[in-house]
């Protein structure tokens, strides 16, 4: 989802979208709230964190995981052995570690984008747009579950349910006499 919105981005589409509940830099492990990861500030240009004691988590390696390609950024400093406040931050024996995921430059545009009020306004149309279609299809035409196993089937069930909806949609829109004179033409 987030490699569409980079595309979006990319091609001049300003993307309005909740936040994903995704949260790279867990704050297991970390005794004082003072110290959690979203008190860590990211310094693009340097490409580091700072951490809350001043000292400069640097990128230590890339990883890459999963199918879609993703590269996560593994930060971290020698200078937590010496830290003063490396009891409140971490007990990590290695010290404090952040994870920065590929696209997380795109998500904090998004959050951005989405926490000023106009950005809050699109989002509760975007929402009020989106949700229709599903709601009707869970409630009105009985599809709480899929019936069929395998990616293949379920593309099938998922596909014919589609278009009976679009179909439904359009007749309660255009009429039956009207879709039959767009069908004939």
Known sequence: MLRMTVECEEAGITVFMPIPAFNPTKNVGVPEPEFYSDRFVYHIERD????????????????YRGKEQCWDGLYGTKFCR????????????????????????????????????????????????AEHPFGTIKRAFNQGYLLLKGLRKVRGEVGLTMLAYNMRRTINIFGVGALMGLIKA
Do not use: H
């Not at 580091?48 to 990883?63: D, W």
């Not at 570690?97 to 809050?120: A, K």
């Open 82 to 129: 010496s830290c003063s406040f490396r009891c409140m931050c971490t007990r990590n024996k290695r010290g404090r570690r952040m994870f920065r995921p590929e696209y997380q430059d795109t998500v904090d545009r998004l959050r951005v984008r989405v926490s000023c009020s106009d950005g809050r306004a699109k989002l509760s149309l975007r929402r009020e747009i």
């Open 48 to 63: 580091a964190y700072v951490c809350p004691g001043g000292n400069e988590l640097k990128l230590l390696r890339n990883s």
